[in-house]
């Protein structure tokens, strides 16, 4: 079939024929064509309430004469005046964006606000992202996003695409990586025909709408690049293009970056995004347990998120080694006795060459005297509780192992009562000047 502007034209010009000229003037020409949908419903719409009620009165049947005659089938004609037509296309804009892009969303399937966990490390981040992904250009504009290794950039970042993907069809929207981007300029300007290619370049990344770029931290190795990113970025935000960074680090800490540019990332909004605490890595846990089918039992997921804690890319990533070896194990739900395996192996790999518990211990005995069997021991008076529990926060902090495997080295403590004395000390370390000294003086003989 015909576009809809195009049929109604056709059908104007045969109804012209057909009815008087002032009738035609007064509620014909002034329809406006809404929606030709799948069930063969032509919604029209008419000026006001007063055309509507004309047109149902003296020209339907003339309409749907001259439709038929035009599309070759008959069409229901339904007829809405303008609150009608809001009603409409309301309830019709789901299903109307949807069928507008024609190609499959070129965002990670899995990356969506609805699979991102959020607590308090994570929720200001997350409100910015969704603030941005439902009025892109309109509030925080640049959003910056900073955040260590692993602790969901990019899937918020794939979030906000898939988002406006779905929902503001009409927009163009492109992701990608500083290198990227680094590559996508270099080769344009090593061209053959240089000119054209940087023309196409910047046709393409300052026509967009909506552009994200992905750890902007490595923008330091190219400074040609740099001079074109500016102004791309300038171009696009004075036109209220939307633009969102991602990076390790804020601006003032992105090595060799002019300071134009840094200036002009913090003109927005700069959020950070922090390690998830023990709630949410629960949380992230088990949605992925559901999202893939990695079947754990409660404890074995409550274990991997006592043990990992400051990437979540890892803590994925332990929940699938202990699932699968639960496979080859011939289970369909992972227990801890995979969960315990996977997690002494992982100690193995993780030992320091020259620094071990052993040695974190011996060196913490020295500096307080007292003696290895008494700190790994059972004794409870203050001489010895404090060095153990700087020795926990040392060998929990340098060698980053599994609570429950220093639990073992202290003498088979629980792994809660490890917890709770890393977090005194790591507490400690903030509020009381000589803790912080004396760790670090430990930290210096190490
Ligand atoms: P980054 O870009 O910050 O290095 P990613 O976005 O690649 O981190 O995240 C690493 C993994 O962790 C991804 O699989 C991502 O889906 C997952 N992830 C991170 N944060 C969350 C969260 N809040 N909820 C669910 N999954 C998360
Ligand atoms: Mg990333």
Same mark, same amino acid.
């Given at each position: 079939?015909?576009?809809? %502007? ?14 008087? $000229? ?16 799948? *069930? ?25 004469? !001259? !439709?038929?005659?035009?599309? @070759? ?19 019709? /804009? ?12 070129? =965002? ?12 308090? $490390?994570?929720? =200001? ?26 602790? @969901? ?14 929902? $503001?069809?009409?927009?163009? &929207?492109?992701?990608?990586?500083? +290198? ?36 902007? /931290? ?7 690049? /740099? ?5 791309? =970025? ?11 960074? !991602? ?51 409660? /404890?074995?997921?409550?274990? &991997? ?26 289970? *369909?739900?992972?227990?801890?006795? %995979?969960?315990?395996? &996977? ?24 500096? =307080? ?7 790994? @021991?059972?004794?409870?008076?203050? +001489?010895?509780? +404090?060095?153990?529990? &700087? ?29 709770? $004395? ?25």
């Amino acid at each position: 079939m015909q576009d809809i %502007e195009t049929i109604w034209k056709q059908i104007l010009e045969k109804l012209e024929l057909r009815i008087s $000229s002032v009738s035609f003037m007064l509620w014909i020409k002034t329809i406006k064509p809404l929606e030709i949908d799948e *069930k063969d419903n032509f919604y029209i719409v008419a000026q006001s309430v007063t055309a509507k009620n004309q047109i149902l009165r003296n020209f339907l049947d003339k309409i749907s004469d !001259c !439709c038929d005659e035009i599309v @070759g089938k008959k069409l229901n004609i339904t007829v809405l005046d303008q609150n009608e037509e809001i009603e409409y296309l309301k309830n019709n /804009q789901t299903k109307e964006t949807v069928s507008k892009r024609e190609e499959k969303s070129p =965002f990670m399937e899995k990356y969506t606000f609805d699979n991102f966990v959020v607590g308090k $490390s994570n929720q =200001f981040v997350y409100a910015a992202a969704r603030t941005v992904a439902e009025h892109p250009g309109k509030r925080y504009n640049p959003l910056f996003i900073y955040g260590g290794v692993g602790l @969901g950039k990019t899937h918020l970042l794939h979030a906000i695409g898939n988002y406006i993907y779905e929902f $503001s069809p009409q927009l163009k &929207i492109k992701y990608i990586t500083c +290198e990227q981007f680094t590559n996508d300029y270099i080769s344009s300007l090593y061209s053959s025909s240089k000119n054209k290619s940087i023309m196409e370049f910047r046709g393409k990344y300052r026509n967009l709408d909506v552009l994200m770029v992905d750890d902007i /931290q490595f923008i330091y190795r190219a400074k040609e690049t /740099q001079e074109e990113f500016f102004h791309t =970025f300038n171009e696009l935000i004075m036109n209220n293009k939307q633009i969102i960074i !991602c990076s390790d680090r804020p601006p003032k800490e992105i090595e060799n970056l002019e300071d134009r540019l840094k200036s002009r990332f913090s003109s927005g909004l700069i959020h950070d995004i922090q390690p998830p605490d023990i709630e949410t890595r629960i949380a992230i846990l088990h949605k992925k347990s559901q999202l893939e089918k990695y079947y754990a039992e409660d /404890q074995v997921i409550n274990y &991997i998120a006592e043990n990992v804690e400051s990437n979540i890319r890892e803590l994925e990533g332990k929940l699938s080694e202990v699932y699968f070896l639960a496979t080859l194990n011939g289970k *369909k739900v992972a227990t801890m006795e %995979e969960a315990k395996e &996977i997690f002494s192996k992982t100690q193995k790999d993780e030992y320091k060459d020259d620094l071990s518990p052993e040695k974190i211990i011996n060196v913490v005995c020295e500096y =307080f005297k007292v003696d290895y069997k008494d700190i790994v @021991g059972k004794k409870k008076n203050k +001489e010895i509780v +404090e060095p153990r529990m &700087i020795a926990v926060y040392l060998i929990s902090e340098l060698l980053n192992l599994p609570l429950v495997n220093i639990g073992k080295i202290f003498g088979g403590r629980d792994h809660t009562t490890i917890m709770h $004395s890393r977090d005194k000390i790591t507490d400690e370390i903030k509020n009381n000047k000589k803790t912080a000294n004396i760790v670090n003086e430990i930290k210096n003989l190490l």
